[in-house]
């Protein structure tokens, strides 16, 4: 025996459902629903009694309110003496329900809702349990109000697993039927009253199934909020004693199924209401089949009345007296059709089926019957021939008809464009005429009026009237397609449909798209074309033109997909792709599904914070293509990941001697087309070096001929400005650039006429440090604080070597001290500069030799005093630049240095005493004096 369970979930505070059953204290109910408190998972135990709110049925005990709670699994019906049911009056809301399926169907454990009202609602909010199989089972609903609206989560995978509404009202976001690993498994709905309803409709069907997957009985109803149609006749079925019939209600897009008995049902199956013109031919009623239709004395008629009569009329001719039935009117009008069955002395009618026959003398053009328009938005312009009539409305089918007003405007003479100030809801619109001393009037055109920040809806692409994809009757349904979600399906190599073209400028909004595998889409009007939603699927041709395309692209759960090897995405113009993760491959695995195509050509530009998906199945899968100054940024420093796929062919220039130029500004790495014929930097690549240190391997020019004069300049960015190296750096065939602090430069070539390198040198100032970096005063011949060498982690370190110079001195002596540690000692008096050599390799192996930042080492009897220190006496100081010092009556050396160590002056003062000393330099210097091995140090102010 195997446990499965229930993960049950409802999006916190979200209210749907049939709002004209909802209370207010409904919903404030669900608004409140999603309150943050802390759950606590509990497990049914049964044992006091039924009662769901009995805090000792519960283990650990307590309120079960909120909280997470498991019904489980049990071998026989004595481990299980109550089976739960919430009951009363009160609204009850729980975080997730968790209910265990027994393989074998004997002890299932169930959940009763049967509360005392309708509109009391049971409501499972959201969440997951960690042994959750989405497994759903043994629930009843007898009497309130069940939601479950979490999508993808009340899924019935199993044979034996089962739902049953027997009254009140279970509700739903989805319903799966079946199990994803296995195409021969899925459970059972059983409504035999009250009703079931499933917004988004059903997933998984499973069509194998004895008996279907859902069986209506008695007064059960299904409604699903979608234009539903079963996989099979009998997925939905009455069981051996109901017939299903099932409606569609266009207006509120809504599928009904309800159950008739066969024994004593009459009616037409197909009972919705037609539209045409007259001449037109209508749709053939059929008869239900069923057991009064099966009497071999049933003679059937079909009748007619015409509106304002009372009396049906018998229609004549063939067919008139068949279980199918094609009715043919004489003149417009609006007509109301039964069928009459009499059967000895028993009569039948089935209801009315209303036909609404407009005149054949008004032409509407264009010709659209059905059209969703937001409040505030304008719908298609219509005209109508003849003119000099009037344009009406109604808010019934089939009116009474009323001149337009306030409510509805936009009808000047015989032109409609209609705009509606609300309330949302269906029209009815008509155009009359008096054509012969008669009124005429033309067909019904129904407006579902929507609220003006409505939810989007999905429209297929039909290119019904032209290739115009901002106009509203090329799609279906007949609807602007702002902000909605657009499918246009693949176009059949023989077909003459005409591919949209987006064309009206401004700004423009789809919530979510999917352009199908030869299929061709083109933006060239829109300055934004901003994608809401979270699926975008290019499978076939997109062109972008112009504007700005986004797609929500701060935000990384979100996904922009040219997945499909016919897929083929092409920028054009200054276009710009904006999106935070850009996939081009169907697959997380390189070595699995397929690839798509991103062409970028002129100046246009593609932004994103990640790419990924790049297919290795097939070499011309997942390929970005790239032309004259067409880019791609991808964020951050990812040069590592795409020089790989540069060296795959993933990244690629069609055009003969362009190739791929790759660099990091800062923010984004940036990739482009370069002419490699082009006057040029022979080599490319980033290199690095340290502060005042000229870059190792000169930068040298290329593709210089017929070129007789240029400058080398650099600056902070890519994209300049660009600046004069200090002095100019003209006509010299190679630089060896240096900077004096860290950070990123670029550097270029430009000539006389103002013409710059191709690409340019990127040169990386890195600081290559030393810890403790704070100046030591040690002994002769004591160790100081231990050096370590500081190397920043992009590099991969091959050697490091010491060194060391006096202050002062350019001369290097080196330690013979190698590794990442040096510990100082020193055996001469004297200020040491100490500093390494590291041998590093960069991330794309690249070799350097770098010099690090030093720390000052003085060694011996030496310290920095004040002008009041033994042995040294300076004063003025500060001065103006004639001062006198003493070093005591012995010979002694004076020297002073900038604070750079470069000595500025030095004299050997060999009668000792007070000298005289002119100094006209500004600033601050450091004086030294040493006499024998006796040293001082000491500051200079001049002003």
Same mark, same amino acid.
């Given at each position: 025996?195997?446990?499965?369970?229930?993960?049950?979930?409802?999006?916190?505070?979200?209210?749907?459902?049939?709002?004209?059953?909802?209370?207010?204290?409904?919903?404030?109910?669900?608004?409140?629903?999603?309150?943050?408190?802390?759950?606590?998972?509990?497990?049914?135990?049964?044992?006091?009694?039924? /009662?769901?709110?009995?805090?000792?049925?519960?283990?650990?005990?307590?309120?079960?309110?909120?909280?997470?709670?498991?019904?489980?699994? #049990?071998?026989?019906?004595?481990?299980?003496?109550?089976?739960?049911?919430?009951?009363?009056?009160?609204?009850?809301?729980?975080?997730?329900?968790?209910?265990?399926?027994?393989?074998?169907?004997?002890?299932?454990?169930?959940?009763?809702?049967?509360?005392?009202?309708?509109?009391?609602?049971?409501?499972?909010?959201?969440?997951?349990?960690?042994?959750?199989?989405?497994?759903?089972?043994?629930?009843?609903?007898?009497?309130?109000?069940?939601?479950?609206?979490?999508?993808?989560?009340?899924?019935?995978?199993?044979?034996?697993?089962?739902?049953?509404?027997?009254?009140?009202?279970?509700?739903?976001?989805?319903?799966?039927?079946?199990?994803?690993?296995?195409?021969?498994?899925?459970?059972?709905?059983?409504?035999?009253?009250?009703?079931?309803?499933?917004?988004?409709?059903?997933?998984? &069907?499973?069509?194998?199934?004895?008996?279907?997957?859902?069986?209506?009985? #008695?007064?059960?109803?299904?409604?699903?909020?979608?234009?539903?149609?079963?996989?099979?006749?009998?997925?939905?079925?009455?069981?051996?004693?109901?017939?299903?019939?099932?409606?569609?209600?266009?207006?509120?897009?809504?599928?009904?199924?309800?159950?008739?008995?066969?024994?004593?049902?009459?009616?037409?199956?197909?009972?919705?209401?037609?539209?045409?013109?007259?001449?037109?031919?209508?749709?053939?009623?059929?008869? &239900?089949?069923?057991?009064?239709?099966?009497?071999?004395?049933?003679?059937?008629?079909?009748?007619?009345?015409?509106?304002?009569?009372?009396?049906?009329?018998?229609?004549?001719?063939?067919?008139?007296? !068949? #279980?199918?039935?094609?009715?043919?009117?004489?003149?417009?009008?609006?007509?109301?059709?039964?069928?009459?069955?009499?059967?000895?002395?028993?009569?039948?009618?089935?209801?009315?089926?209303?036909?609404?026959?407009?005149?054949?003398?008004?032409?509407?053009?264009?010709?659209?019957?059905?059209?969703?328009?937001?409040?505030?938005?304008?719908?298609?312009?219509?005209?109508?021939?003849? !003119?000099?009539?009037?344009?009406?409305?109604?808010?019934?089918?089939?009116?009474?008809?009323?001149?337009?007003?306030?409510?509805?405007?936009?009808?000047?003479?015989?032109?409609?464009?209609?705009?509606?100030?609300?309330?949302?809801?269906?029209?009815?619109?008509?155009?009359?005429?008096?054509?012969?001393?008669?009124?005429?009037?033309?067909?019904?055109?129904?407006?579902?009026?929507?609220?003006?920040?409505?939810?989007?809806?999905?429209?297929?692409?039909?290119? /019904?009237?032209?290739?115009?994809?901002?106009?509203?009757?090329?799609?279906?349904?007949?609807?602007?397609?702002?902000?909605?979600?657009?499918?246009?399906?693949?176009?059949?190599?023989?077909?003459?449909?005409?591919?949209?073209?987006?064309?009206?400028?401004?700004?423009?909004?789809?919530?979510?798209?999917?352009?199908?595998?030869?299929?061709?889409?083109?933006?060239?009007?829109?300055?934004?074309?901003?994608?809401?939603?979270?699926?975008?699927?290019?499978?076939?041709?997109?062109?972008?033109?112009?504007?700005?395309?986004?797609?929500?692209?701060?935000?990384?759960?979100?996904?922009?997909?040219?997945?499909?090897?016919?897929?083929?995405?092409?920028?054009?113009?200054?276009?710009?792709?904006?999106?935070?993760?850009?996939?081009?491959?169907?697959?997380?695995?390189?070595?699995?599904?397929?690839?798509?195509?991103?062409?970028?050509?002129?100046?246009?530009?593609?932004?994103?914070?990640?790419?990924?998906?790049?297919?290795?199945?097939?070499?011309?899968?997942?390929?970005?293509?790239?032309?004259?100054?067409?880019?791609?940024?991808?964020?951050?420093?990812?040069?590592?990941?795409?020089?790989?796929?540069?060296?795959?062919?993933?990244?690629?220039?069609?055009?003969?001697?362009?190739?791929?130029?790759?660099?990091?500004?800062?923010?984004?790495?940036?990739?482009?087309?370069?002419?490699?014929?082009?006057?040029?930097?022979?080599?490319?690549?980033?290199?690095?070096?340290?502060?005042?240190?000229?870059?190792?391997?000169?930068?040298?020019?290329?593709?210089?001929?017929?070129?007789?004069?240029?400058?080398?300049?650099?600056?902070?960015?890519?994209?300049?400005?660009?600046?004069?190296?200090?002095?100019?750096?003209?006509?010299?065939?190679?630089?060896?650039?240096?900077?004096?602090?860290?950070?990123?430069?670029?550097?270029?070539?430009?000539?006389?006429?103002?013409?710059?390198?191709?690409?340019?040198?990127?040169?990386?100032?890195?600081?290559?440090?030393?810890?403790?970096?704070?100046?030591?005063?040690?002994?002769?011949?004591?160790?100081?604080?231990?050096?370590?060498?500081?190397?920043?982690?992009?590099?991969?370190?091959?050697?490091?070597?010491?060194?060391?110079?006096?202050?002062?001195?350019?001369?290097?002596?080196?330690?013979?001290?190698?590794?990442?540690?040096?510990?100082?000692?020193?055996?001469?008096?004297?200020?040491?500069?100490?500093?390494?050599?590291?041998?590093?390799?960069?991330?794309?192996?690249?070799?350097?030799?770098?010099?690090?930042?030093?720390?000052?080492?003085?060694?011996?009897?030496?310290?920095?005093?004040?002008?009041?220190?033994?042995?040294?006496?300076?004063?003025?100081?500060?001065?103006?630049?004639?001062?006198?010092?003493?070093?005591?009556?012995?010979?002694?050396?004076?020297?002073?240095?900038?604070?750079?160590?470069?000595?500025?002056?030095?004299?050997?003062?060999?009668?000792?005493?007070?000298?005289?000393?002119?100094?006209?330099?500004?600033?601050?210097?450091?004086?030294?004096?040493?006499?024998?091995?006796?040293?001082?140090?000491?500051?200079?102010?001049?002003?």
């Amino acid at each position: 025996m195997k446990n499965f369970y229930v993960c049950k979930k409802v999006k916190p505070g979200f209210v749907t459902g049939k709002v004209w059953r909802l209370t207010a204290a409904l919903l404030l109910f669900l608004s409140l629903s999603g309150t943050a408190f802390a759950q606590v998972a509990q497990t049914w135990t049964g044992a006091e009694n039924t /009662r769901f709110t009995n805090e000792n049925n519960w283990d650990p005990a307590g309120s079960p309110v909120g909280n997470n709670l498991t019904i489980p699994l #049990k071998t026989d019906s004595t481990q299980a003496p109550f089976q739960l049911l919430v009951s009363g009056t009160d609204n009850i809301s729980v975080n997730w329900l968790e209910v265990a399926y027994a393989t074998d169907n004997q002890y299932q454990p169930t959940v009763t809702i049967e509360l005392d009202e309708d509109t009391a609602v049971f409501n499972v909010v959201t969440g997951s349990a960690s042994n959750c199989d989405y497994q759903f089972t043994g629930t009843i609903v007898k009497k309130g109000h069940y939601t479950s609206l979490k999508s993808n989560v009340a899924r019935l995978d199993e044979v034996n697993s089962w739902l049953r509404v027997e009254g009140g009202i279970a509700e739903f976001r989805n319903l799966l039927m079946g199990n994803s690993n296995s195409p021969s498994r899925g459970g059972k709905i059983y409504v035999s009253g009250g009703e079931l309803i499933v917004r988004d409709g059903f997933g998984r &069907m499973w069509t194998g199934r004895a008996g279907g997957q859902v069986e209506i009985t #008695k007064t059960g109803k299904v409604t699903v909020r979608t234009n539903f149609t079963p996989p099979t006749e009998n997925w939905i079925n009455g069981g051996e004693d109901y017939l299903i019939k099932r409606t569609y209600d266009a207006v509120f897009n809504v599928t009904t199924f309800t159950a008739l008995h066969k024994d004593s049902v009459f009616d037409v199956l197909n009972a919705e209401t037609q539209v045409l013109v007259f001449g037109e031919a209508t749709d053939t009623l059929r008869l &239900m089949e069923s057991g009064i239709l099966s009497s071999p004395t049933l003679v059937l008629t079909w009748k007619y009345r015409k509106e304002g009569e009372l009396a049906f009329k018998s229609f004549t001719g063939p067919g008139a007296d !068949a #279980k199918a039935f094609a009715p043919v009117f004489s003149e417009p009008g609006t007509y109301f059709v039964i069928c009459e069955g009499v059967d000895g002395a028993k009569v039948v009618q089935t209801s009315q089926v209303m036909f609404l026959v407009a005149s054949d003398a008004i032409t509407l053009s264009p010709k659209i019957d059905m059209q969703y328009v937001r409040i505030g938005e304008t719908g298609v312009e219509i005209t109508a021939i003849p !003119a000099g009539g009037t344009w009406k409305y109604s808010r019934i089918q089939g009116g009474p008809y009323m001149a337009l007003d306030s409510t509805v405007t936009g009808g000047v003479e015989n032109k409609l464009s209609p705009v509606f100030k609300g309330p949302a809801g269906n029209y009815y619109l008509v155009y009359e005429t008096e054509i012969g001393g008669k009124i005429h009037r033309s067909y019904e055109m129904l407006y579902i009026i929507e609220a003006a920040n409505s939810a989007g809806k999905t429209l297929t692409w039909t290119g /019904r009237f032209s290739n115009d994809a901002n106009f509203p009757a090329n799609w279906t349904p007949v609807a602007n397609p702002y902000n909605n979600t657009l499918n246009v399906n693949a176009f059949d190599s023989a077909s003459v449909l005409p591919y949209p073209v987006f064309a009206k400028p401004g700004n423009f909004a789809i919530s979510s798209f999917t352009f199908a595998p030869n299929s061709r889409v083109t933006f060239d009007g829109p300055d934004t074309i901003s994608t809401t939603g979270s699926n975008r699927y290019v499978q076939g041709t997109v062109d972008l033109i112009k504007g700005v395309m986004t797609a929500r692209p701060t935000e990384n759960n979100q996904y922009f997909r040219i997945e499909r090897p016919e897929a083929v995405f092409t920028l054009h113009g200054t276009s710009k792709l904006w999106v935070y993760n850009l996939l081009m491959g169907s697959h997380s695995s390189p070595t699995a599904g397929t690839g798509g195509h991103l062409h970028i050509k002129d100046n246009a530009t593609v932004i994103c914070s990640n790419i990924d998906r790049f297919c290795t199945v097939d070499s011309t899968y997942s390929r970005v293509y790239l032309y004259d100054n067409g880019q791609i940024h991808i964020a951050g420093d990812v040069r590592s990941a795409q020089q790989a796929r540069i060296e795959m062919g993933k990244y690629l220039c069609p055009v003969e001697d362009w190739e791929p130029f790759m660099f990091f500004d800062g923010e984004y790495t940036i990739l482009k087309a370069r002419n490699t014929k082009s006057f040029s930097i022979a080599d490319a690549k980033n290199a690095y070096t340290t502060a005042n240190t000229p870059l190792e391997e000169a930068v040298t020019l290329i593709n210089v001929e017929g070129i007789t004069a240029w400058e080398w300049k650099w600056s902070l960015s890519p994209h300049g400005p660009w600046n004069s190296f200090d002095p100019q750096a003209t006509n010299l065939p190679a630089i060896n650039p240096s900077f004096s602090e860290s950070g990123s430069y670029f550097v270029i070539a430009e000539t006389s006429e103002g013409v710059q390198t191709s690409n340019f040198k990127p040169v990386t100032v890195i600081e290559l440090g030393i810890t403790p970096d704070a100046s030591q005063e040690i002994g002769l011949n004591v160790n100081g604080d231990t050096l370590n060498a500081v190397v920043p982690a992009q590099f991969t370190v091959t050697s490091v070597s010491w060194y060391y110079r006096l202050a002062g001195s350019e001369d290097y002596v080196d330690t013979y001290v190698t590794g990442m540690q040096y510990v100082p000692n020193f055996g001469t008096v004297g200020v040491y500069e100490v500093f390494y050599v590291a041998e590093v390799q960069d991330e794309f192996s690249v070799q350097y030799f770098l010099i690090s930042n030093s720390v000052t080492i003085t060694a011996g009897n030496v310290g920095i005093r004040d002008n009041r220190a033994e042995f040294l006496n300076i004063y003025p100081n500060p001065t103006t630049g004639l001062f006198y010092v003493d070093g005591g009556h012995q010979e002694y050396r004076l020297e002073i240095f900038d604070l750079t160590g470069k000595v500025l002056m030095s004299r050997q003062l060999t009668d000792g005493g007070r000298q005289t000393i002119n100094f006209n330099r500004k600033g601050m210097f450091i004086v030294k004096v040493q006499s024998g091995d006796e040293l001082k140090i000491g500051r200079l102010i001049v002003h």
